[in-house]
């Protein structure tokens, strides 16, 4: 694994190989996502027309905000890597993308925790757990929302590139 990052450091210069391969990737898991996506909405709904439970409505509607969060994320994401590839990384347009990728990302976390409260699944809540399976875990509204933090801080540093960029760039 190291040899092949090594090859492609060594073969492409600039490394826009990499950001080009991520665009492409993203492009991939856009198309496959709204697939996805509307294809549990369209089975979800025709369960929901049967059960009309005022909680599988709620669940329902959590479940529409956070995958359209989701792909959003995805859109945002790939409009980051796309300006990587025109190597114009520091914009005002990449800041706002950082933000709203934040923004989603905490809207995900409040789905994810505001279904633990309507399907009772606090009663069974497993931190973590190991099985044959794997690791498990039911924060997963923690993940996302440390996450948000996160990119939220990365937006504030891009915005500060940014203003330090457009200074040295009237200095000059």
Not at 14 to 41: C, E, H, R, T, Y
Not at 48 to 56: A, V
Not at 130 to 136: L, T
Request: aromatic share 16%.
């Amino acid at each position: 694994m190291l040899n092949f990052s090594i090859a492609i450091t060594m073969n492409d210069k600039d490394n826009s190989g990499i950001p080009q391969f991520l665009k492409i990737s993203l492009d991939i898991m856009i198309v496959l996502g709204i697939l996805v996506f509307l294809w549990a909405v369209f089975t979800s709904f025709s369960g929901l027309l049967q059960f009309k439970s005022l909680k599988l409505i709620i669940t329902f509607i959590l479940f529409l905000a956070g995958g359209l969060s989701l792909l959003a994320m995805l859109y945002y994401l790939r409009r980051i890597i796309g300006s990587l590839v025109q190597k114009t990384p520091f914009t005002w347009s990449n800041v706002k993308s950082l933000r709203m990728i934040a923004l989603f990302c905490l809207v995900i976390s409040i789905c994810y925790g505001a279904n633990i409260f309507i399907n009772k699944q606090y009663i069974a809540l497993t931190i973590v757990s190991i099985d044959k399976y794997g690791i498990h875990t039911d924060l997963e509204f923690l993940i996302f929302f440390f996450a948000a933090c996160f990119i939220f801080v990365l937006s504030q540093v891009f915005k500060q590139a940014v203003e330090f960029k457009e200074e040295n760039d009237l200095t000059i």
